[in-house]
T-cell receptor, first 113, second 115 residues
Framework: GNSVTQMEGPVTLSEEAFLTINCTYTATGYPSLFWYVQYPGEGLQLLLKATKADDKGSNKGFEATYRKETTSFHLEKGSVQVSDSAVYFCALIGQGGSEKLVFGKGMKLTVNP | NAGVMQNPRHLVRRRGQEARLRCSPMKGHSHVYWYRQLPEEGLKFMVYLQKENIIDESGMPKERFSAEFPKEGPSILRIQQVVRGDSAAYFC?????????????FGSGTRLTVV
């Protein structure tokens, strides 16, 4: 079945540091890929997505590129802020009109001033 | 335009009691999804409902769990005779008819603790 493996935390960074959160997936065909963010006490929010190979999703300074050859969708940000402290989830929807998101375990990021 | 409303935010139940979790979708959203997040785990799909219909319940435990989305009112996830292993965060998402999972909006979740 489909699955997502993402880098486990928790991770603590200083403000303005570079961030990479690794995410790889297992799926048949061409899934759609997502990054969700969960701020403390809130629900999940869609951060960015990519629906086909080589697409790059971007939002709020975060980027991720859909790499079919390495089945990866790593999240990056060049300079993190304290307000980026949250839990980040990588997820996919399988090809063929599935209604289900398959999530990774999530990674908690803390950014210190 | 209120988002997806879940209540209660926190729920404590003793073993053997019933837990009822409510989800009011965003206005205009006709699809509701429930996910469960166990400690140290990612979210796992439980059930997908449209008004008065269960479309996919492949992620629901076979016993004690049920879900409904009536014509009027919120969607309800019901857990009968709760056990400690049911302690988790339960998230609801809703979506417009023509967006499916690409249009998910998540609620803030209900954190169930079974003591």
């Amino acid at each position: 079945g489909n699955s997502v493996t993402q880098m486990e935390g928790p991770v603590t960074l200083s403000e303005e540091a570079f961030l990479t959160i690794n995410c790889t997936y297992t799926a048949t065909g061409y899934p759609s890929l997502f990054w969700y963010v969960q701020y403390p006490g809130e629900g999940l929010q869609l951060l960015l997505k990519a629906t086909k190979a080589d697409d790059k999703g971007s939002n709020k300074g975060f980027e991720a590129t859909y790499r079919k050859e390495t089945t990866s969708f790593h999240l990056e940000k060049g300079s993190v802020q304290v307000s980026d402290s949250a839990v980040y989830f990588c997820a996919l929807i399988g090809q063929g009109g599935s209604e289900k998101l398959v999530f990774g375990k999530g990674m908690k990021l803390t950014v210190n001033p | 335009n209120a988002g997806v409303m879940q209540n209660p935010r926190h729920l404590v139940r003793r073993r053997g009691q019933e837990a009822r979790l409510r989800c009011s979708p965003m206005k205009g959203h006709s699809h509701v999804y429930w996910y469960r997040q166990l400690p140290e785990e990612g979210l796992k799909f439980m059930v997908y409902l449209q008004k008065e219909n269960i479309i996919d319940e492949s992620g629901m435990p076979k016993e004690r769990f049920s879900a409904e989305f009536p014509k009027e009112g919120p969607s309800i996830l019901r857990i009968q005779q709760v056990v400690r292993g049911d302690s988790a965060a339960y998230f609801c998402a809703s979506s417009p008819r023509d967006r499916g999972p690409y249009g998910y909006t998540f609620g803030s979740g209900t954190r169930l603790t079974v003591v």
